[in-house]
């Protein structure tokens, strides 16, 4: 069973930048997409973006697109998020995942099989 751990949340200012990782266990890292997602309370868990199983296909919400951009090392079973230009609004745990295929387009979540415990992101004005 595949293990995800995500590191690198933390307080920033807004403006700022955070890069996430997320470790995954197991060796078949490479032939899965992976998904990175947000959480805030009281709301939905809200898909961020996505990358296919080569790193060569990735895909954004809009309201991070062009400040986040996700990234993978399959040498590494690692998945990264880098954010830059950090806003006030983007306040969340962030949770990665693992999809159900090589390629997961539109962050349907019942398209992700296992889940990372998440990290928290705090971006203050």
């Known amino acids: 069973q595949v293990q995800l751990v995500e590191s690198g949340g933390g307080l920033v200012q807004a403006g700022g930048s955070l890069r996430l990782a997320c470790a995954a266990s197991?060796?078949?890292?490479?032939?899965?997409?992976m998904g990175w997602f947000r959480q805030t309370p009281g709301k939905e868990r809200e898909f961020v973006a996505d990358?296919?199983?080569?790193?060569?296909?990735?895909y954004y919400a809009g309201s991070v697109k062009g400040r986040f951009t996700i990234t993978r090392d399959n040498a590494k079973n690692t998945v990264y998020l880098q954010m830059n230009s950090l806003k006030p609004e983007d306040t969340a745990v962030y949770y990665c995942?693992?999809?159900?295929?090589?390629?997961?387009?539109?962050?349907?979540?019942?398209?992700?099989?296992?889940w990372g415990q998440g990290t928290q992101v705090t971006v203050s004005s």
């Open positions: 990358i296919n199983w080569n790193g060569g296909v990735t």
């Open positions: 197991g060796r078949t890292f490479s032939d899965y997409a």
């Open positions: 995942a693992r999809g159900r295929s090589r390629w997961n387009p539109g962050g349907v979540q019942s398209t992700y099989d296992a």
